[in-house]
Protein backbone atom coordinates (compact mmCIF):
# COMPACT_ATOMS: atom_id res chain seq x y z
CA UNK A 1 0.00 0.00 0.00
CA UNK A 2 1.38 3.13 -0.75
CA UNK A 3 1.38 5.98 1.97
CA UNK A 4 1.26 9.34 1.80
CA UNK A 5 2.79 11.58 4.13
CA UNK A 6 1.20 15.24 4.33
CA UNK A 7 3.41 18.06 5.71
CA UNK A 8 2.74 19.91 8.11
CA UNK A 9 -0.07 18.73 9.66
CA UNK A 10 -1.00 22.28 10.47
CA UNK A 11 -0.22 25.70 8.70
CA UNK A 12 -1.10 28.74 10.45
CA UNK A 13 -1.45 31.53 8.19
CA UNK A 14 -3.00 35.11 7.43
CA UNK A 15 -5.51 35.96 4.25
CA UNK A 16 -3.19 37.29 1.85
CA UNK A 17 -0.13 35.20 3.03
CA UNK A 18 1.04 32.12 0.73
CA UNK A 19 0.78 28.59 1.68
CA UNK A 20 2.78 25.37 0.83
CA UNK A 21 1.97 22.19 1.34
CA UNK A 22 3.68 19.03 0.85
CA UNK A 23 2.42 15.65 -0.04
CA UNK A 24 5.14 12.56 -0.03
CA UNK A 25 4.78 9.01 -1.07
CA UNK A 26 6.26 6.18 -0.03
CA UNK A 27 6.90 5.17 -3.79
CA UNK A 28 7.15 6.94 -7.16
CA UNK A 29 3.26 7.15 -8.16
CA UNK A 30 4.25 9.52 -11.16
CA UNK A 31 1.91 12.20 -11.79
CA UNK A 32 -1.32 10.41 -10.15
CA UNK A 33 -1.32 12.99 -7.40
CA UNK A 34 -4.78 14.45 -6.70
CA UNK A 35 -5.76 17.57 -4.10
CA UNK A 36 -8.92 17.66 -1.97
CA UNK A 37 -9.97 20.30 -0.11
CA UNK A 38 -12.47 19.86 2.72
CA UNK A 39 -14.48 21.76 5.00
CA UNK A 40 -15.65 21.34 8.25
CA UNK A 41 -19.39 19.71 8.04
CA UNK A 42 -18.78 19.21 4.14
CA UNK A 43 -17.82 16.62 1.81
CA UNK A 44 -14.36 16.78 0.05
CA UNK A 45 -14.09 19.21 -3.17
CA UNK A 46 -11.80 18.37 -5.51
CA UNK A 47 -9.23 20.90 -6.36
CA UNK A 48 -6.68 19.47 -8.53
CA UNK A 49 -6.35 16.00 -10.25
CA UNK A 50 -2.89 14.53 -11.90
CA UNK A 51 -0.46 16.91 -10.27
CA UNK A 52 -1.23 20.34 -11.61
CA UNK A 53 -4.71 20.54 -13.08
CA UNK A 54 -7.06 22.36 -11.88
CA UNK A 55 -10.58 21.13 -11.96
CA UNK A 56 -13.55 23.03 -12.84
CA UNK A 57 -13.98 26.41 -11.18
CA UNK A 58 -11.08 26.21 -9.00
CA UNK A 59 -9.47 29.87 -9.00
CA UNK A 60 -6.01 29.55 -10.11
CA UNK A 61 -4.30 30.81 -6.99
CA UNK A 62 -4.26 27.00 -6.68
CA UNK A 63 -1.54 25.49 -7.81
CA UNK A 64 0.27 21.72 -7.70
CA UNK A 65 3.33 20.73 -8.83
CA UNK A 66 5.89 17.59 -8.65
CA UNK A 67 6.09 14.24 -9.84
CA UNK A 68 7.85 10.80 -8.59
CA UNK A 69 7.39 11.46 -4.47
CA UNK A 70 7.23 14.45 -4.00
CA UNK A 71 4.15 16.87 -4.19
CA UNK A 72 3.50 20.39 -3.50
CA UNK A 73 0.18 22.69 -3.65
CA UNK A 74 0.66 26.23 -2.98
CA UNK A 75 -2.32 28.81 -2.44
CA UNK A 76 -0.55 32.28 -4.03
CA UNK A 77 -3.03 34.37 -1.65
CA UNK A 78 -5.24 32.96 1.32
CA UNK A 79 -8.81 33.85 0.61
CA UNK A 80 -10.96 33.62 3.55
CA UNK A 81 -12.43 30.90 2.24
CA UNK A 82 -9.25 28.80 1.82
CA UNK A 83 -9.15 28.22 4.99
CA UNK A 84 -9.68 24.23 5.18
CA UNK A 85 -8.32 21.07 5.64
CA UNK A 86 -6.40 19.58 2.41
CA UNK A 87 -6.32 16.37 1.34
CA UNK A 88 -3.97 14.57 -1.05
CA UNK A 89 -4.62 10.83 -2.58
CA UNK A 90 -2.69 8.65 -5.14
CA UNK A 91 -5.02 6.99 -7.95
CA UNK A 92 -1.31 5.20 -9.27
CA UNK A 93 -1.61 1.98 -7.33
CA UNK A 94 -4.71 -0.06 -5.49
CA UNK A 95 -5.73 0.38 -2.69
CA UNK A 96 -5.76 4.07 -3.50
CA UNK A 97 -5.06 5.88 -0.53
CA UNK A 98 -5.19 9.57 0.91
CA UNK A 99 -3.12 11.78 2.75
CA UNK A 100 -3.63 12.65 6.80
CA UNK A 101 -4.17 15.61 5.66
CA UNK A 102 -3.33 19.62 6.72
CA UNK A 103 -5.59 21.94 7.96
CA UNK A 104 -4.93 25.72 7.00
CA UNK A 105 -5.47 28.00 9.88
CA UNK A 106 -6.00 31.69 10.43
CA UNK B 1 -25.43 20.22 -11.81
CA UNK B 2 -24.41 16.46 -10.92
CA UNK B 3 -24.63 16.32 -7.36
CA UNK B 4 -25.06 12.59 -5.35
CA UNK B 5 -27.49 12.77 -2.68
CA UNK B 6 -26.83 10.28 -0.19
CA UNK B 7 -29.08 8.58 3.01
CA UNK B 8 -29.56 9.65 6.19
CA UNK B 9 -27.69 9.00 9.38
CA UNK B 10 -27.65 5.46 10.70
CA UNK B 11 -27.24 4.44 13.95
CA UNK B 12 -26.64 0.35 14.84
CA UNK B 13 -25.15 -1.88 17.02
CA UNK B 14 -21.91 -3.72 17.12
CA UNK B 15 -22.47 -7.07 15.13
CA UNK B 16 -25.02 -5.76 12.59
CA UNK B 17 -25.00 -4.65 8.99
CA UNK B 18 -25.77 -1.00 7.80
CA UNK B 19 -26.69 0.37 4.26
CA UNK B 20 -25.98 3.23 2.64
CA UNK B 21 -27.43 4.82 -0.70
CA UNK B 22 -26.21 7.33 -3.08
CA UNK B 23 -28.47 8.41 -5.97
CA UNK B 24 -27.30 11.04 -8.85
CA UNK B 25 -29.23 13.82 -9.37
CA UNK B 26 -29.17 15.78 -12.61
CA UNK B 27 -27.36 13.10 -14.72
CA UNK B 28 -27.88 9.27 -15.61
CA UNK B 29 -25.09 7.02 -13.51
CA UNK B 30 -24.47 4.65 -16.60
CA UNK B 31 -21.15 3.82 -17.49
CA UNK B 32 -19.75 5.44 -14.43
CA UNK B 33 -17.88 4.40 -11.63
CA UNK B 34 -19.20 4.96 -7.85
CA UNK B 35 -16.28 4.58 -5.49
CA UNK B 36 -17.09 4.86 -1.62
CA UNK B 37 -15.10 6.25 0.78
CA UNK B 38 -15.07 6.87 4.55
CA UNK B 39 -13.99 9.41 7.17
CA UNK B 40 -13.74 7.57 10.94
CA UNK B 41 -13.42 10.70 13.49
CA UNK B 42 -9.64 12.06 13.61
CA UNK B 43 -8.78 9.74 10.56
CA UNK B 44 -7.56 10.23 7.19
CA UNK B 45 -10.37 8.99 4.29
CA UNK B 46 -10.03 5.41 3.54
CA UNK B 47 -11.42 4.10 0.00
CA UNK B 48 -13.62 1.33 0.30
CA UNK B 49 -14.72 -0.07 -3.03
CA UNK B 50 -15.52 0.95 -6.69
CA UNK B 51 -18.84 -0.88 -8.74
CA UNK B 52 -18.91 0.00 -12.31
CA UNK B 53 -22.74 1.12 -12.73
CA UNK B 54 -23.21 -0.16 -16.34
CA UNK B 55 -22.04 -3.59 -15.77
CA UNK B 56 -22.02 -4.15 -12.29
CA UNK B 57 -18.52 -4.75 -12.17
CA UNK B 58 -16.87 -4.25 -8.10
CA UNK B 59 -13.73 -3.68 -6.66
CA UNK B 60 -13.11 -3.67 -3.07
CA UNK B 61 -10.19 -2.55 -0.48
CA UNK B 62 -8.67 -5.49 1.20
CA UNK B 63 -9.02 -4.05 4.30
CA UNK B 64 -13.43 -4.45 3.79
CA UNK B 65 -13.06 -7.42 1.39
CA UNK B 66 -15.98 -9.71 2.81
CA UNK B 67 -17.54 -7.17 4.96
CA UNK B 68 -18.33 -4.59 2.29
CA UNK B 69 -20.81 -4.99 -0.70
CA UNK B 70 -21.52 -2.27 -3.48
CA UNK B 71 -24.75 -2.75 -5.97
CA UNK B 72 -27.01 -1.04 -7.44
CA UNK B 73 -30.88 -1.75 -7.73
CA UNK B 74 -31.98 -0.45 -11.08
CA UNK B 75 -30.91 -0.74 -14.54
CA UNK B 76 -28.40 1.98 -15.28
CA UNK B 77 -30.16 3.29 -18.10
CA UNK B 78 -32.56 5.35 -16.15
CA UNK B 79 -31.54 8.20 -14.02
CA UNK B 80 -32.94 7.08 -10.56
CA UNK B 81 -30.76 4.13 -10.24
CA UNK B 82 -29.34 4.15 -6.81
CA UNK B 83 -25.77 2.70 -5.46
CA UNK B 84 -26.11 0.78 -2.42
CA UNK B 85 -22.83 0.24 0.28
CA UNK B 86 -23.24 -2.37 2.50
CA UNK B 87 -21.02 -2.75 5.41
CA UNK B 88 -21.43 -6.09 7.85
CA UNK B 89 -19.91 -7.26 11.51
CA UNK B 90 -19.73 -3.50 12.58
CA UNK B 91 -17.86 -2.91 15.65
CA UNK B 92 -17.22 0.78 16.95
CA UNK B 93 -14.81 1.13 14.64
CA UNK B 94 -16.90 1.57 11.98
CA UNK B 95 -18.50 5.03 13.18
CA UNK B 96 -17.48 7.19 10.38
CA UNK B 97 -18.98 9.08 7.86
CA UNK B 98 -19.52 7.31 4.62
CA UNK B 99 -18.87 9.24 1.46
CA UNK B 100 -19.70 8.14 -2.25
CA UNK B 101 -18.15 9.71 -4.94
CA UNK B 102 -18.24 9.50 -8.84
CA UNK B 103 -14.73 8.87 -10.93
CA UNK B 104 -16.96 9.02 -14.29
CA UNK B 105 -15.62 6.57 -16.07
CA UNK B 106 -12.30 5.72 -14.45
CA UNK B 107 -11.76 2.79 -12.02
CA UNK B 108 -8.86 5.20 -10.54
CA UNK B 109 -9.82 8.50 -11.45
CA UNK B 110 -10.21 11.05 -9.31
CA UNK B 111 -13.56 11.79 -7.08
CA UNK B 112 -16.08 14.14 -8.26
CA UNK B 113 -18.39 15.18 -7.06
CA UNK B 114 -19.33 13.74 -3.77
CA UNK B 115 -22.06 12.87 -1.83
CA UNK B 116 -23.08 14.85 1.43
CA UNK B 117 -21.57 11.99 3.11
CA UNK B 118 -23.70 10.02 5.75
CA UNK B 119 -23.17 9.49 9.32
CA UNK B 120 -23.17 5.91 10.78
CA UNK B 121 -22.92 5.49 14.47
CA UNK B 122 -21.95 1.94 16.06
CA UNK B 123 -22.74 1.85 19.60
CA UNK B 124 -24.32 -0.70 21.79
Known amino acids: EIVLTQSPATLSLSPGERATLSCRASQSITTYLVWYQQKVGQAPRLLIYDVSNRATGIPDRFTGSGSGTDFTLTISSLEPEDFAVYYC?????????FGGGTQVEI | QVQLVQSGAEVTKPGASVKVSCRSS????????IQWVRQAPGQRLEWMGWINVGNENTKYSQKFRGRVTIARDTPASTSATTIYMELSSLTSEDTAVYYCATSRGLPNGWFDPWGQGTLVTVSS
Open chain 1, 89 to 97: QQRYNWPLT
Open chain 2, 26 to 33: GYTFARNI
